[in-house]
């Protein structure tokens, strides 16, 4: 059973950066993609970000390339998303998951997931 735990969210203005952080624990965390999330109110649970199992290829939605970075450390079993130039759209619950050794945008491809963190960006 893999636990993971996220943290590093909050409320930032426009333009801004955030970096989030997950912490994995209770699986071998370098055999699984590693996934961000994001749920805004009212809407559905949509992918942001994913990671290979080594790190070295990285995935992105579209409306955050060029504007976030996933990274991994396989040695102290974290995931960080750095969030840069955010946006009032970007506001949303961000949730990170894994389970899987093949990357996904689809959310019910992965089987674990964080309690969540809020991210909310102002004008």
């Known amino acids: 059973q893999v636990q993971l735990a996220e943290s590093g969210g909050g409320l930032v203005q426009a333009g801004g950066s955030l970096r989030l952080s997950c912490a994995a624990s209770?699986?071998?965390?370098?055999?699984?993609?590693m996934g961000w999330f994001r749920q805004a109110p009212g809407k559905e649970r949509e992918f942001v970000a994913a990671?290979?199992?080594?790190?070295?290829?990285?995935y992105y939605a579209d409306s955050v390339k060029g504007r976030f970075t996933i990274a991994r450390d396989n040695a102290k079993n974290t995931v960080s998303l750095q969030m840069d130039s955010l946006k009032l759209e970007d506001t949303a619950v961000y949730y990170c998951?894994?389970?899987?050794?093949?990357?996904?945008?689809?959310?019910?491809?992965?089987?674990?997931w964080g309690q969540g963190t809020q991210v909310t960006v102002s004008s």
């Open positions: 998951a894994t389970g899987q050794t093949v990357w996904s945008v689809t959310p019910n491809r992965y089987d674990y």
């Open positions: 209770g699986g071998t965390f370098s055999s699984y993609v």
């Open positions: 990671i290979s199992r080594s790190g070295g290829i990285t």
